[in-house]
């Protein structure tokens, strides 16, 4: 019983720590963006004597995009889907995006807008709305700064440095790396690469955990190999949260029916990164209408993500949607959606995915699910 208690707390220990000198939210930075876009894909097929009783596929693309600079902000998600049972297709695609211009330099305080449209199956009308409000808090990408700490896990690992680099080189490190389109755009895409390896390549020079030689050709190749995800793939590092609240204007429905009247919304989000491996995402939002209604009705859409880097090349990933909706003198209607997943890097931004899921909506039977499927990152 002592060796198994023993084990566990190491393993805690091996979890909880840092063993560089640098932590995620050290990244402060004026300016922080990021872009990303991801196909998911799958499909069965099965027969039983000559018919044919399941060809199914289904696919998904997302886009993620945000820009977060002092005055001023920006997000844009495109969440499309698709796919066909048989010979039956659908599809659903969303576009939300949002603005939020801060009040004050030195303060979190925003107004924003935000407009989100929607598309699925033979509707011949796009459902859209406007909201408009106010907020507090501010968002954070430091997949740089992981980058840079990754690249540093190699280089001592290899032997390549001596000592653990100092918290303001990786800082310094994850700037250049923020850089790449200036240098792009300076020395061109055909020679930029050299220019940008020498820039990080100096500033472990300026560190006693270097000699004059530089990294080498071993250092150079570990390098590529983390900012272009060779053989390994960097998850988005995002800390910080932000609160909102404002009024929702319906602009106009899937159906063409009444766009009824405007709704408080009221919705948040925090990333936690737990440490270099785990990173934590949550978010709420909830939605009632300004009438007669109010809190007698209300829509409730939340969900948390896990994220745990068990190694380069696997990700253990696991993700909880809750929904829920309350009309006037009506049970509240729940939905619960739980997936868990082992991504396997293989190459080229490809990842091997294994997922198994559990869905309940309402009185209806839990349906359970399990799926091998590729995932592919194109950005």
Same mark, same amino acid.
């Given at each position: 019983?002592?060796?198994?208690?023993?084990?566990?707390?190491?393993?805690?220990?091996?979890?909880?720590?840092?063993?560089?000198?640098?932590?995620?939210?050290?990244?402060?930075?004026?300016?922080?963006?990021?872009?990303?876009?991801?196909?998911?894909?799958?499909?069965?097929?099965?027969?039983?004597?000559?018919?044919?009783?399941?060809?199914?596929?289904?696919?998904? %693309?997302? *886009?993620?995009?945000?820009?977060?600079?002092?005055? %001023?902000?920006?997000?844009?998600?495109?969440?499309?889907?698709?796919?066909?049972?048989?010979?039956?297709?659908?599809?659903?695609?969303?576009?939300?995006?949002?603005?939020?211009?801060?009040?004050?330099?030195?303060?979190?305080?925003?107004?924003?807008?935000?407009?989100?449209?929607?598309?699925?199956?033979?509707?011949?009308?796009?459902?859209?709305?406007?909201?408009?409000? %106010?907020?507090?808090?501010?968002?954070?990408?430091?997949?740089?700064?992981?980058?840079?700490?990754?690249?540093?896990?190699?280089?001592?690992?290899?032997?390549?440095?001596?000592?653990?680099?100092?918290?303001?080189?990786?800082?310094?490190?994850?700037?250049?790396?923020?850089?790449?389109?200036?240098?792009?755009? $300076?020395?061109?895409?055909?020679?930029?690469?050299?220019?940008?390896?020498?820039?990080?390549?100096?500033?472990? +020079?300026?560190?006693?955990?270097?000699?004059?030689?530089?990294?080498? &050709?071993?250092?150079?190749?570990?390098?590529?190999?983390?900012?272009?995800?060779?053989?390994?793939?960097?998850?988005?590092?995002? *800390?910080?949260?932000?609160?909102?609240?404002? $009024?929702?204007?319906?602009?106009?429905?899937?159906?063409? &029916?009444?766009?009824?009247?405007?709704?408080?919304?009221?919705?948040?989000?925090?990333?936690?990164?737990?440490?270099?491996?785990?990173?934590?995402?949550?978010?709420?939002?909830?939605?009632?209408?300004?009438?007669?209604?109010?809190?007698?009705? *209300?829509?409730?859409?939340?969900?948390?993500?896990?994220?745990?880097?068990?190694?380069?090349?696997?990700?253990?990933?696991?993700?909880?949607?809750?929904?829920?909706?309350? +009309?006037?003198?009506?049970?509240?209607?729940?939905?619960?959606?739980?997936?868990?997943?082992?991504?396997?890097?293989?190459?080229?931004?490809?990842?091997?995915?294994?997922?198994?899921?559990?869905?309940?909506?309402?009185?209806?039977?839990?349906?359970?699910?399990?799926?091998?499927?590729?995932?592919?990152?194109?950005?």
């Amino acid at each position: 019983m002592k060796n198994v208690l023993t084990a566990i707390l190491l393993m805690f220990v091996s979890v909880t720590t840092f063993p560089q000198n640098v932590q995620v939210d050290d990244y402060q930075v004026p300016i922080s963006q990021a872009r990303s876009l991801r196909f998911d894909g799958s499909w069965n097929w099965s027969q039983t004597g000559d018919t044919v009783t399941s060809n199914n596929g289904t696919g998904t %693309f997302l *886009y993620r995009q945000f820009y977060s600079s002092l005055p %001023f902000a920006w997000f844009l998600n495109v969440d499309a889907s698709g796919g066909k049972n048989l010979t039956i297709y659908n599809h659903n695609v969303k576009v939300d995006v949002s603005f939020q211009k801060y009040i004050f330099d030195d303060a979190d305080w925003f107004g924003f807008t935000r407009v989100t449209g929607q598309h699925a199956n033979n509707y011949k009308q796009i459902a859209s709305d406007l909201t408009v409000g %106010f907020g507090y808090g501010r968002y954070i990408n430091a997949t740089a700064l992981a980058k840079a700490v990754r690249i540093e896990d190699h280089l001592w690992r290899d032997n390549v440095i001596l000592l653990r680099l100092p918290k303001e080189t990786l800082i310094n490190i994850a700037n250049i790396i923020e850089r790449e389109n200036e240098f792009v755009v $300076i020395y061109g895409l055909s020679t930029y690469e050299t220019y940008w390896f020498e820039a990080i390549e100096n500033e472990i +020079l300026k560190t006693d955990a270097l000699d004059e030689t530089g990294v080498g &050709s071993l250092g150079i190749l570990r390098i590529r190999q983390v900012l272009f995800g060779i053989n390994e793939r960097v998850n988005e590092r995002y *800390y910080g949260w932000d609160v909102k609240t404002g $009024i929702l204007f319906p602009l106009t429905t899937l159906d063409k &029916s009444a766009i009824g009247n405007p709704n408080m919304s009221i919705s948040a989000r925090y990333s936690w990164p737990i440490n270099w491996e785990l990173q934590l995402n949550s978010n709420a939002e909830v939605f009632t209408p300004m009438d007669s209604s109010f809190m007698k009705q *209300y829509q409730v859409r939340a969900g948390v993500d896990f994220i745990y880097e068990l190694s380069n090349r696997v990700n253990f990933v696991s993700g909880y949607r809750l929904g829920m909706i309350k +009309l006037p003198n009506q049970p509240t209607l729940s939905s619960h959606d739980l997936n868990t997943s082992f991504w396997y890097y293989l190459e080229n931004n490809i990842y091997l995915t294994i997922t198994a899921g559990f869905t309940k909506q309402g009185d209806n039977p839990r349906v359970l699910k399990s799926f091998i499927g590729l995932q592919y990152n194109l950005i």
